[in-house]
């Protein structure tokens, strides 16, 4: 792909409107203007990814530390390892989605701004700044796991988001693999709590998160819809047309029974079903009762409110670890 010249980026409508959206959004107005298109590439802005791909991490914590017993203050720490795990995961995979991606991305409103279309930043200069973020999150996961943990974080951070952009071309279900690269911390939250590989429950709990991000990624696809067609990307969300929002249902439908089953299998109690099941069950229907599938505005904040999603159900497993583990403590004192 060719360069833009100053001239083109200057006229260009989305390049124009970068300025103003950097003043906006934090903390992108607050650092030299040649650090910009690197805290793009990661979208550090845009909170929303990485806190999609954290809550499988939490989630996947917190249902193991009510198994294991976990004590609260070692929680924390971990918890807080999580967020950074995802982060990192998460700069990663939206660097290495944007170098393959970046002549498509040329070609849709939405995106054709990012550093790479715009000419901001060159495709060697975002190929270094990969590998960096690649050593960085090889570093931390050899540092903070161990044993099969270990592999199967890597094999997120590395060939699970590498493949995530090439599906694009090849076939109409990318959300499909990124079903599974968006969860698979859940597993290694899992496996490094416990120390086990409980097949049937971990299979359970991906079938329900994959269902969930298939939901979100699917409307969130909706918002290029026109674009996509021109420039030949492929999406569930042209692949399943007028059939969309019932298969929307059937996936949120699937997400709250393997939300349930998954619940069975970990011995959760009554705080769980009560809130996270519950209360998922409730907020994917005011979803699907709010979402203008025609409007990219509204596909845009619904995928925002996925990421609120993941407070119910952290919240409900959390207050059944908490009040678990408390009663512990209570019992043996006594």
Known sequence: MSTPTETTKLFSPSYQSLTKRDQLKFPLGLVPQ???PYLELIRFEKPTGTILMFWPFAWGLTMAARTVGLHLQEYFPRLLQCLLGAWLVRGSACTVNDIFDRDMDAGVERTRGRPLPSGRISVRAATI?????????????????SGLA??????QLLPMFMIYPLLKRVSDWPQAWLGFAMNFGFVTAWITTTGTMD????????????????????????????????????????LFGAWI???????????VAMLALSGFLSGQGV??????????????????????????????????????????????LFADYATTVTSSAIVAFI
């Open 34 to 36: 040649r650090v910009r």
């Open 129 to 145: 700044y990969l590998l960096v973020q690649y050593a960085l999150g090889l570093a931390f996961f050899y540092t903070t796991l």
């Open 150 to 155: 270990f592999y199967v974080a890597l094999f």
């Open 199 to 238: 097949t049937v429950l971990l299979a359970a709990a991906m079938i329900g998160f994959w269902s969930w991000t298939m939901l979100y990624d699917t409307i969130y696809a909706c918002q290029d819809k026109a674009d996509d067609v021109k420039v030949g990307v492929r999406s569930t969300a042209l």
């Open 271 to 316: 705080p769980y079903y009560a809130i996270s099941v519950g209360g998922t069950a409730a907020h994917l229907l005011w979803q699907y009762l709010t979402v203008n599938l025609e409007e990219p505005a509204s596909c845009g904040e619904n995928f925002k409110r996925n990421g609120h999603l993941g407070w119910i159900i952290w919240g409900g």
């Open 245 to 255: 929002r019932p298969l929307l249902v059937a996936l949120g439908i699937i997400f």
